[in-house]
């Protein structure tokens, strides 16, 4: 069975901290992706990054920044100098690409982060 | 170029009623996949179609069905419903190739069942 663990329920800094927000993900697929989303109060899902499970190099992108790791199946994302417009909710995702290439996203039950100015 | 649309934005309905929620991806995207988000959860897949066939389905019973219209657009059809099936419902859509793992969702429709 796959499943997604996001242990932090909600977190709370003040602004320029950084923050860390853990995505721990059980699957016995060999090739799977991973993906995080953010969900702002609006309610729309954005997507913020899709991982290949074949693929472990972190990555960053500005302020933000992703760690995979499958030795602990762990794909941690990391916020530096958080601002106010990080605050929301955001999700880990895992998937597992069937024949023709398609799939279904498996959501952990996400994170709320609160920036404080 | 216009994203993910859906509607309506909200929506009341009655225990019992049936209700029917659209969505229109993304330009140039041709699969569409539901999702049920309950207060405080993650989303749960329900469905996604492609070619106006459903080919995955999660674990939701009958009483949710959907189409999917020549020009690619969906709709969700929930008979029957409970106050259970109060939730955001999200729309996503994705394309072919390595995009088909990238799925871009619209605002939602926030049900309420009273």
């Known amino acids: 069975a796959q499943k997604v663990t996001q242990a932090q329920t909600e977190i709370s800094v003040v602004e320029k901290e950084d923050v860390t927000l853990d995505c721990v993900y059980e699957?016995?697929?060999?090739?799977?992706?991973l993906f995080w989303y953010k969900q702002p109060p609006s309610g729309e899902l954005v997507f913020l990054i899709r991982?290949?499970?074949?693929?472990?190099q972190n990555e960053i992108s500005g302020r933000y920044s992703w760690n995979f790791q499958k030795s602990t199946s762990s794909f941690n994302f990391t916020i530096t100098a958080s601002q106010v417009v990080d605050s929301a909710v955001y999700f880990c995702a895992l998937s597992r690409p069937k024949s023709g290439g398609y799939n279904k996203l498996i959501f952990g039950a996400g994170t709320r982060l609160a920036v404080h100015p | 170029d216009a994203g993910v649309t859906q509607s309506p934005t909200h929506l009341i309905k009655t225990r019992g009623q049936q209700v029917t929620l659209r969505c229109s991806p993304k330009?140039?995207?041709?699969?569409v996949s539901w999702y049920q988000q309950a207060l405080g959860q993650g989303p749960q897949f329900i469905f996604q179609y492609y070619e106006e066939e459903e080919r995955q389905r999660g674990n939701f019973p009958d009483r949710f069905s959907g189409h999917q219209f020549p020009n690619y657009s969906s709709e969700l059809n929930v008979n029957a419903l409970l106050l259970g099936d109060s939730a955001l419902y999200l729309c996503a859509s994705s394309g072919g190739g390595t995009q088909i793992y990238e799925q871009y969702f619209g605002p939602g429709t926030r049900l309420t069942v009273t």
């Open positions: 330009s140039g995207h041709d699969t």
């Open positions: 991982r290949n499970s074949f693929d472990e």
């Open positions: 699957t016995r697929d060999t090739t799977y992706y």
